[in-house]
């Protein structure tokens, strides 16, 4: 299994930030690859991702979400992957985002991937990318704030 983490600040309130991580059919706006993220449930996804010239879909579940705090979740069938957001307040107004991921590559061109670490550099510029999606909204555009234990 390869890993990557990596953590950005953003320049807003832990809540607003929790929240629009929360609505996970908006990934596509930001996340660069994914071309689409249906939410079955309060617990189940369905991911569509191109990486290259290879489309990858996948079920995932939610196995803990702790509003304000945490997300983590794990694939249930296709692509094999896991991960984990946490979320810490540094002041009022800023919160800290922590993205922990996970994942089997699956052929060679990923292992070379991996090796050269673009899935880190992708995830960095995911994290860049929604921290300039929710401050420049300045609001989200949903929230789900229910509990899921492991």
Request: proline share 5%; glycine share 6%; charged share 30%.
């Amino acid at each position: 299994m390869a890993q990557a983490r990596t953590s950005i600040v953003v320049e807003r309130p832990v809540t607003p930030v929790y929240n629009q991580w929360t609505q996970f059919e908006d990934f596509p706006q930001f996340m660069e690859g994914v071309e689409q993220v249906v939410q079955k449930d309060d617990t189940h996804l369905h991911w569509v991702a191109k990486i290259g010239p290879v489309e990858r879909e996948w079920e995932a579940e939610i196995v803990q979400q702790v509003p304000d705090e945490t997300v983590a979740w794990r694939s249930t069938a296709g692509a094999e992957n896991a991960g984990r957001v946490t979320f810490r307040p540094v002041s009022a107004e800023r919160t800290e985002v922590d993205l922990e991921l996970v994942f089997e590559p699956e052929d060679p061109t990923e292992k070379a991937g991996d090796a050269l670490q673009i899935v880190e550099r992708r995830a960095e510029g995911d994290l860049q990318r929604f921290k300039e999606f929710i401050e420049s909204r300045g609001e989200e555009t949903g929230a789900w704030r229910g509990r899921v234990k492991s």
